[in-house]
């Protein structure tokens, strides 16, 4: 069975960083297009980047262009999300999400949660003093 799993979440201070991690087992990262979206207590689940399956395009919410990068690493089988000058309003579950079509590693559709295909379990990020 396809699984996503994310790690790297945690507790960290405003202004600090985390880098978390999205490893698959069973299937090749390499033929899909993944995303990272969060979901914030009493919010809905947003989009927070997305990384096409060549790795030559990426995408970011606003609220995170210039903090977070996206990146992937074929060799380990995974994709990284870099979040650095963490803010409070960072705080959330942060979920990954591969997508099979290339339809959606678009700069107006990557952030559509109907595109994603495989979804991870999340991890919990709270950026607090």
């Known amino acids: 069975q396809v699984q996503l799993v994310e790690s790297g979440g945690g507790l960290v201070q405003p202004g600090g960083s985390l880098r978390l991690s999205c490893a698959a087992s069973r299937f090749t990262l390499d033929y899909y297009t993944i995303g990272w979206f969060r979901q914030a207590p009493g919010k809905e689940r947003e989009g927070v980047s997305c990384?096409?399956?060549?790795?030559?395009?990426?995408y970011y919410a606003d609220s995170v262009k210039g903090r977070f990068t996206i990146s992937r690493d074929s060799a380990k089988n995974t994709v990284y999300l870099q979040m650095n000058s963490l803010k409070p309003e960072d705080t959330a579950v942060y979920y990954c999400?591969?997508?099979?079509?290339?339809?959606?590693?678009?700069?107006?559709?990557?952030?559509?949660?109907?595109?994603?295909?495989?979804w991870g379990q999340g991890t919990q990020v709270t950026v607090s003093s």
């Open positions: 999400a591969a997508s099979r079509s290339r339809y959606y590693s678009d700069p107006h559709r990557w952030d559509r949660e109907r595109g994603y295909d495989y």
């Open positions: 990384i096409s399956s060549s790795g030559g395009s990426t």
